[in-house]
């Protein structure tokens, strides 16, 4: 089931993170996150805006992401293409699971796009998982964006 963080699934999301680092240096995207993101700051201002939510089964968590609607602002510049759509829509974050639920990225598209069915999503471009599941899932590659950092993505978009 998917539901929004609580203050109190803090110490578990920061393993699923942990885990999530780990498998991606392991599968040949080390620089995305490196050793220390999200840091724990994020995670905590996620959870208070509402604005990050986990899968849980059986009382135990297994992934989080974080879910926003409304405009975001590394996503007011794209190069290299064009988005197919100015409507409002919903951007997919920090996507990490414990390595134990098949389908979880499925999930989480589900789940927001219940919410609103215009999706944007990013990527690096090591992240050939990832880059793999978003196309799975309805994704179109729509050109590139900079993060806050200023470090590029991969960027996604799936409308109605």
Known sequence: MIRLA???????????????RSFMQETGNPNQWGNHFPPEELIH?????????????????HGAFAFIIGEDPTYLQIDDGSWLSDAPYGTIHQVASDGTIHGF????????????????VD???????????IQKN?????G?????NHSPRIAFERVK
Not at 51 to 56: G, I, P, R, S, Y
Not at 105 to 120: E, G, K, M
Not at 138 to 142: A, L, P
């Open 6 to 20: 609580v203050p109190e699934d803090f110490t578990s999301i920061m393993s699923i993170y942990a885990y999530a």
């Open 45 to 61: 201002n996620r959870i208070r805006d509402k604005q990050l939510f986990v899968l849980e089964e059986n009382g135990t968590l």
């Open 105 to 120: 990225f499925s999930q989480i598209v589900d789940y927001c796009w219940a919410q609103i069915p215009h999706l944007r």
């Open 123 to 133: 990527t690096h471009a090591d992240n050939q998982i990832m880059q793999h599941l």
């Open 138 to 142: 309805g994704f179109e590659q729509r």
């Open 144 to 148: 590139i964006i900079y993060v806050l």
